[in-house]
């Protein structure tokens, strides 16, 4: 689904068509599911996010179009059951909340444009289709950026879980349990929500406990959207905009998302250092007369996700991270390490044999690992810590 409309500045009215093409996308969707399945699908957009590309079409910048490139729904964590130990093939979803899952299917549409730079003319495509240029002829592997004149703006149907969800109105009275924890790392417990405080947990193992995804937001506009694979190809991707549809608080959402990390005089000199900064993107809400689905009270042990390209939306069950049927999702970190092993052996050639997921993500982009440990020592200040279930059940550990 695509737009087009002069390029003003971010604002009410372009929070509103990003917010209107995620749903329309959405729907969409939902319409190529049989009839007697239409109650279950409604259901599936409790909580709905998605991520829209921008692109100027004019030599002024001052006309784009904008399109749906991802989608996500979904609010629950992998259940772990003791009698059932997680998986650790890299076959499981853990995270299964609308903004991770749309975040994911953006990685899936990022590695079909940089296959597109370097193999589309193999298929049939012309390669300077792609959303990516080189970014320096002697790299290896070789490296490459946004062209000029793209953004990424992401679209959250209400605020996400954790610190951003944390509205309980500041007053005179700091010494109330809400505005003591303002800011606070927060974890999702027991397939549910990401209300509890992360270093009530830090100790106790024995809990599996998810980051909020106000957490992962903030990880996002310091690390970018493309995680550490795409690192050893891609410069930081970052999003121009944020808009949230229900109950949108912008002072809560502004120290969630970013807000909290500004404390510490040391970061600009540690940023300068790792190439990698913190970002602030626009924080909005929809136009008053716009009128969003209304969310249902109940949500199914289900989520999902689409990539442009998709003919339909593939559909998880939380508690496993697979798909119904029982097969691993498009969105495992199986198949996107998948994905960057074919990119890497595109460009560089071998990349055949097995190797470490963990020890890859560690190895092939040295200067992001040295920002991620810069943004982690910070975040402990500034929030709290950061709860890994990859370190904590070693869920990285897996070849492939």
Known sequence: MECSNRNTAFGPLKASAVARLCEAKFDELAATFP????????????????????????????CSTMQVVAIGTGNKIVGCDPGRPLSMAGDVVVDSHAEILSRRALLRFLYDQLELHSEGHVHGRDPRESIFERAGASCSPPRFRLKSGLSFHLY??????????????ESTVYSSKACRTHGRARV???????????????????????????????RWNYLGVQGSLLAAFLEPIYL????????????????????RLDDGAKWEEEEESAGYARHRPTLDTVLPCVK????????PDCGSNWTVGDETIEVLQCSTGKRRD?????????NLFRRFKNAMHSMEGGWRGEVCYERT??????THQDAKEIFLRHFRECSGPWLSNAERCRLNSFYL
């Open 361 to 366: 993500k560690r190895d092939v982009a040295p």
């Open 240 to 259: 121009t905009s944020i808009t949230v549809g229900h109950d949108f608080k912008l002072s809560h959402n502004h120290r969630a998302l970013y807000g």
């Open 188 to 218: 999702k417990l027991d397939a549910g929500m990401g209300g509890a405080l992360a270093s009530s947990y830090e100790e106790d193992t024995s809990r599996f406990a998810v980051m909020s995804c106000s957490d992962k937001v903030a």
């Open 292 to 299: 969003l689905p209304t969310r249902g009270n109940a949500m």
């Open 156 to 169: 959250i149907s209400t605020n996400p879980c954790g610190d951003a969800a944390v509205i309980k109105e």
């Open 35 to 62: 009839d007697d399945q239409s109650e279950f699908v409604a259901k599936l957009r409790k909580v709905l996010a998605g991520v829209v590309m921008e692109r100027s079409v004019s030599a002024g910048g001052d």
């Open 326 to 334: 029982g097969e691993e999702s498009q969105v495992c970190k199986r």
